[in-house]
């Protein structure tokens, strides 16, 4: 455990029960006492404190701009960005099967024990020193954060659009979905009440369909 | 504002500022300064406040289960039922759209405002206000709570079985959606790979299909 050092003084948190940081860094490949409890309740902590800080960082951002600025920093794509500056895939205690298939590099593994060492922090050091790691871990990511920063993608548009205008929001419907299982393409409509009829959209996917079929809702209502 | 009084009672919390508690309060659809900005907050807070009660008052519980017992009592529906009993639809702010319609016993508005007066309490009387209030509101229910209780459906029951076996999880896949707009039957294909071919599932929506696919898969698992 003598390395453990090298994370803590990454982490510039001391465990005073060590056993704790292993059970957070231990991948249920590994043992049966490992970190899925603990990173239940990380992130339940992630989600509260990173909300704290925006909603005070964004006094005018609205709900929907604070909701997706959280998403992009709690997603798990940036955890585990946050994990391979701290080495953290070096530590983790993983099964056999799981250490052959390059387990310690996987983000989703990566993601997971970010937040189980960030609830074992919590329980071993309370939220303050909880609160201290993530104001450490995310001090750059939310320095450089701004509104203008989100993208904001053609259904999100809309919806905002409708609400601005306390209308109802969009009725997405799968229409069709055609080719074969790894090659399908989706038909979604659009139908707001704005417009006479559905809109079509078309994708590789009923998210990307949707997003089309927004995109053109959107068109159409700009030329109105 | 002096019938808040009635409301602070029941909270069991009196509001410093009391423009705070007339925010929450607010529907976006009554004023530009609605409560969508402290229901983000409130959302979070309770996520979390709920988890840390879950983790420690069921040591022995797996992710899987504490996840479930979470989403069982901060869901919409436990939120308005909480929201009923604090009587909160009699205090809310609405536009006249609203208030003709009745969004005063709808769920959702129930239970969003009742996320932003969390909220509200976190900001006005800080953390231990928040948590003394969330215990009060959830006492009963998590008194009454055991693991026993949790309902699983197919599709986690099946999922539960494969994560213990360390096996991959199962693919679902849209494989048709018949019927007209207000009366669709979808076809879901489930595909595992301890069985060899996808197993076939029907249903009034895609989540359904996803149930009933699943159960067969359980079956056929449990005779093989």
Redesign the interface.
Known sequence: MSEHHTLSAKLDYQFSDADLLKTALTH??AADKHN??L???G???L??L???RL?RQFPD???GQ??RL?ASLVKGETLADIARDLNLGHFLIL?S?ELKSGGWRRDSILADTLEAVIGAVYLDGG?NACEDLIDKLYQTRLKGLSLSHIDKDPKTRLQEYL?AK?LQLPQY?????TGD?HN?IFNVSCRIAELPKAVQGEGRSRRHAEQAAAKRVLKLLQTK
Not at 173 to 177: F, N, Q, R, V
């Open positions: 249920r490949s899925e409890r990173e239940f309740l992130d339940s902590l989600g509260y990173i909300a704290d909603f951002a609205r709900e604070l909701t959280r099964g099967g939220l609400q306390k419907k799968i229409t069709a979905i299982d399908q």
